[in-house]
């Protein structure tokens, strides 16, 4: 076979496997905002690339979600302002997945801190009921390749994020009210010397 052929069968896959990393990713303005509004402010999602080898899933506080631009004119991404709660102990390979799972928190790196991300809608699965996630993409009716379609965090945990979620949403309240506080006091007039 000559090289020239050979090299061509190379970029072919490197190209299918970029592309099938990324499913849904980018997507028209429709899709996206459909997907974000799938996605509750202050609420648990879990991220996890069911395709991909090597993988943990991440549990995630998120506090905000919004639809932005990408470099590519015509296409949008779901992007998520957050913060990892929980990882998995081991990563799974591909088609690997069974639960149950075993978690541990996330404490003490940079992955503890808020983050801002764009997100894959195929791999990333919101609440369906108590303790079941379900795959974004799936829900919104996207054609997508996955292995797993819904995931079930443990009891224990999910009692551990929503502590986190109630948490984060007394903070907001706190200070929304302390902000209307501020604004419903008026200055005090200038005094006047001499």
């Known amino acids: 076979m000559s090289k020239t052929i050979m ?3 190379v970029l072919v896959a490197i190209t299918a496997a ?3 990393a990324d499913q849904l990713a ?3 303005r429709e899709i996206c905002e459909e ?3 799938r996605i ?4 648990i999602l879990v991220s996890y690339c069911s395709c991909c080898d090597n993988e943990h899933l991440e549990v995630w506080l998120v506090k905000r979600v919004v ?5 590519t004119q015509g296409l ?3 992007s998520v302002f957050g913060r990892r709660l929980f990882t998995s102990k081991k990563a799974f390979r591909e088609k690997q997945y069974s639960e149950p799972v075993q978690y541990e928190a996330v404490t003490g790196d940079g992955s503890s801190q808020w983050f801002f991300e764009g997100i894959d809608l195929a791999y990333v699965y919101v609440p369906t009921g108590k303790g079941s996630f379900h795959c974004l993409a799936k829900i919104i009716k996207r054609e997508c390749s996955i292995n797993v379609d819904t995931i079930s965090l443990p009891s224990q945990l999910l009692e551990q994020a929503e502590r986190e979620v109630e948490r984060e949403r007394a903070k907001e309240m706190l200070t929304s009210s302390e902000a209307a506080s501020w604004r419903a006091m008026k200055p ?4 006047r010397v001499g």
């Open 7 to 9: 090299v061509a069968i």
């Open 35 to 37: 997907a974000a509004k």
């Open 188 to 191: 005090s007039p200038p005094l």
């Open 26 to 28: 980018w997507n028209a």
């Open 18 to 20: 970029l592309c099938f």
């Open 76 to 78: 949008f991404e779901v």
């Open 67 to 71: 639809v932005a631009t990408t470099v």
């Open 40 to 43: 509750r402010r202050n609420s």
